[in-house]
């Protein structure tokens, strides 16, 4: 059930790209669409945190699928192990 939870995050947020960097507005739907996939606020910001960090732009974080995969996976890993 995550993994398609995962794939539909995902797929929404391709459809939602749109060029020009990271806009209050990109950030706001990234965050509204993985929330909406009942994935935790932690998981979400720190997916948000990543992709800001590791791309100039929401269009680049989306063409990037498997960077996207790699950010989710370190996000999931961080809530996983205990602090």
């Known amino acids: 059930m995550f993994k398609k939870n995962l794939v ?3 797929g929404a947020l391709i459809f939602l ?7 209050d507005n990109n ?8 929330e909406k996939k ?3 606020n932690e998981f979400c910001q720190c997916a948000l ?3 800001t960090a590791n791309y100039s732009d929401f269009q ?3 063409n ?3 960077g996207s995969g790699e950010i989710f996976i370190n996000c ?3 809530e996983e192990t205990p602090d």
Not at 17 to 23: I, L, Q, T
Request: with cysteine.
């Open 38 to 40: 009942d994935l935790s």
């Open 17 to 23: 790209a749109s060029c020009g960097g990271w806009s």
């Open 60 to 62: 680049s974080a989306m």
């Open 49 to 51: 945190e990543k992709a």
């Open 64 to 66: 990037d699928e498997i």
């Open 76 to 78: 999931i890993n961080k």
């Open 8 to 10: 539909l995050y995902i």
């Open 27 to 34: 950030k706001a739907q990234y965050l509204k669409i993985c």
